[in-house]
């Protein structure tokens, strides 16, 4: 008995070492089972590629329901009729280009391509009111999207010169003299030759006061930063139409971005054409099957749902609370928080129209309007949020949606890949020769493309933000039943006796139409309509 015990007492440390050794062990694995579900809601594991389950269910399964119309909805795409409207660029009194010019103008553009755009327009029209000699502008590297890209890898610059060589002197680069005057030379030190402080939407006396002494006295000023720098108001007409004659007759982008463009355009209209693969060069002649091929129309939408506009509007998009801190992260880490739109709910952020609308949300929108699954639709966007997870509803309602990515080979598209300002100029190209351009969201990109498509003469479709956002009752309505409505300055009047339900407003021979939508009911409809309505809409709470 006294042998037992004594082993007893002699094994049992062992004991004790080897189970807590073995503890030891699986603590790690025990730890990471218990805290596994909460790691998934960490914004740090957060997936933007997620699938999310459709915020609009209900609408999505009415959408998908919708049946193929057999002709093309003609009020929709069919072109503007002639208003009488005619371009005006031509000066009718413009002084000539004097001999002798006061100095030269250096402007450094920072934004995104459309934003560069405008400050190329801006930086033309303060040349002429200094009479300065303009040195091409300079592009910034984008802090987002880090692309390098200069004036001349995006614009034909010869192009540029020779268009408006009768109203600014416009020079490539600076001579000698002033070879010192560089985005180095002012990063380093404050310098005399810059003007730091222009202000947003400064008047053309503005310039005269504050620019022109310094042209004078150096010969050279640098204007930086330089983007919005100029007012759209109170600018003598010469000015104005100066600043058009860049934007639509002087802005040219390179030779390859062009064909690249219009081997897509191509590809958009002649599909059947386009099933066998074709390189650029094969698009230098028509063949005999592209003559016989009707050209079929198509739908350009600018979704401008990045994952910087999801972070920068503090919107909700579906993702839970783990998208929402994810969101809250990036923008600490891009703005350090200071974002005016975190201030608010989402809900106030909607009801003010500051949510861009998702690409589930266009979707429904372009459904609700009357485009159809066999609508050939191309996605202008460069990166989407979420990625293909967030595009699945788009591309479910429109299966016939294209993008460069899908339309161009890897070989097309070696000269543009990982260049944002050229994948935008590509987009911007396509979008300009389409039907029908649809802009998800305000933004450089959306005005741009309006006011070029404006001045041909073209569609655009423009979703009111606010009223896009509300959400309204169903309820039945009599078999093809259709009511005459009519605008009475910014208000939509519906007769009393309309019942508040859904219905497809269509724009006809300059009248607007409410009309039943035969297996569709959306509990909002929004558009920008070309018939000289600025926006209609219809919903039950008007």
């Known amino acids: 008995m006294m042998r037992f015990q004594h082993q007893n007492y002699y094994y049992q440390p062992l004991r004790r070492e080897a189970i807590a050794g073995l503890f030891m062990l699986l603590f790690p694995v025990c730890l990471l089972c218990v805290f596994a579900p909460f790691s998934h809601a960490s914004p740090s594991k957060f997936s933007e590629s997620n699938a999310l389950k459709p915020r609009h269910l209900p609408l999505l399964k009415s959408a998908l329901q919708r049946e193929s119309s057999n002709g093309e909805p003609s009020d929709l795409r069919a072109p503007l009729a002639d208003q009488g409207w005619r371009p005006c660029l031509a000066p009718v009194n413009a002084p000539s280009l004097p001999q002798k010019s006061e100095g030269y103008l250096q402007v450094f553009l920072d934004g995104g391509l459309n934003q560069q755009r405008m400050g190329i327009c801006d930086a033309v029209a303060v040349a002429k009111i200094l009479n300065a000699t303009l040195v091409i502008p300079h592009l910034e590297v984008n802090p987002v999207w880090q692309d390098s890209s200069s004036f001349m890898d995006i614009f034909d610059v010869d192009h540029?010169?020779?268009?408006?060589?009768?109203?600014?002197?416009?020079?490539?680069?600076?001579?000698?003299?002033?070879?010192?005057?560089?985005?180095?030379?002012?990063?380093?030190?404050?310098?005399?030759?810059?003007?730091?402080?222009?202000?947003?939407?400064?008047?053309?006396?503005?310039?005269?006061?504050?620019?022109?002494?310094?042209?004078?006295?150096?010969?050279?000023?640098?204007?930086?930063?330089?983007?919005?720098?100029?007012?759209f108001d109170n600018l003598p007409s010469e000015i104005q139409k100066l600043r058009c004659k860049v934007n639509f007759k002087a802005l040219v982008f390179v030779p390859h971005i062009r064909a690249l463009g219009?081997?897509?355009?191509?590809?958009?209209?002649?599909?059947?054409?386009?099933?066998q693969a074709h390189t650029i060069d094969d698009l230098s002649g028509n063949t005999d099957r592209n003559d016989k091929q009707r050209p079929q129309k198509f739908v350009?939408?600018?979704?401008?749902?990045?994952?910087?506009m999801a972070a920068h509007s503090a919107c909700?998009?579906?993702?839970?609370?783990?998208?929402?801190?994810?969101?809250?992260k990036y923008r600490q880490t891009l703005w350090?928080?200071?974002?005016?739109?975190?201030?608010?709910?989402?809900?106030?952020l909607r009801s003010q129209g500051r949510c861009p609308l998702t690409p589930?949300?266009?979707?429904?929108?372009l459904a609700a309007l009357g485009f159809d699954n066999s609508?050939?639709?191309?996605?202008?966007?460069?990166?989407?949020?979420?990625?293909?997870?967030?595009?699945?509803?788009?591309?479910?309602?429109?299966?016939?949606?294209?993008?460069?990515?899908?339309?161009?080979?890897?070989?097309?598209?070696?000269?543009?890949?990982?260049?944002?300002?050229?994948?935008?100029?590509?987009?911007?190209?396509?979008?300009l020769h389409s039907d029908i351009f649809v802009s998800a969201s305000p933004g450089n990109m959306h005005n741009a493309l309006m006011g070029h498509r404006t001045f041909e003469n073209m569609k655009t479709i423009r979703p009111n933000m606010a009223l896009a956002s509300k959400q309204t009752r169903a309820t039945a309505v009599e078999e093809n039943e259709t009511v005459h409505i009519y605008i009475s300055g910014s208000r939509?009047?519906?007769?009393?006796?309309?019942?508040?339900?859904?219905?497809?407003?269509?724009?006809?021979?300059?009248?607007?139409?409410?009309?039943?939508?035969?297996?569709?009911?959306?509990?909002?409809?929004?558009?920008?309509?070309?018939?000289?309505?600025?926006?209609?809409?219809?919903?039950?709470?008007?």
Request: with cysteine.
């Open 360 to 365: 589930e949300e266009i979707g429904l929108l």
């Open 160 to 231: 540029f010169i020779n268009v408006l060589k009768d109203d600014v002197t416009i020079v490539k680069e600076l001579p000698d003299e002033f070879s010192w005057s560089t985005r180095e030379y002012y990063a380093i030190a404050i310098r005399a030759t810059r003007i730091k402080r222009a202000p947003v939407h400064a008047s053309a006396n503005w310039y005269l006061e504050n620019v022109s002494p310094v042209l004078k006295s150096y010969g050279i000023a640098a204007i930086s930063p330089f983007s919005h720098r100029l007012s």
């Open 316 to 328: 909700d998009f579906g993702g839970g609370k783990a998208e929402k801190l994810a969101l809250a």
């Open 492 to 542: 939509l009047h519906v007769p009393s006796l309309i019942p508040k339900s859904h219905f497809i407003v269509r724009c006809i021979d300059r009248s607007i139409y409410i009309e039943k939508g035969a297996n569709i009911k959306f509990p909002w409809i929004v558009l920008r309509m070309d018939c000289g309505v600025e926006y209609a809409a219809f919903d039950s709470s008007l």
């Open 300 to 308: 350009v939408v600018h979704l401008r749902f990045d994952k910087d």
């Open 336 to 348: 350090g928080g200071r974002v005016l739109n975190s201030q608010f709910t989402d809900e106030e």
């Open 375 to 431: 609508t050939r639709l191309y996605l202008a966007s460069h990166k989407v949020y979420g990625g293909e997870a967030r595009i699945s509803t788009l591309r479910e309602l429109f299966p016939m949606m294209e993008s460069k990515k899908s339309l161009a080979s890897s070989e097309e598209r070696v000269r543009i890949k990982g260049k944002a300002s050229l994948l935008a100029a590509v987009d911007y190209y396509v979008g």
């Open 262 to 275: 219009d081997a897509l355009v191509h590809r958009l209209r002649y599909p059947l054409a386009e099933s």
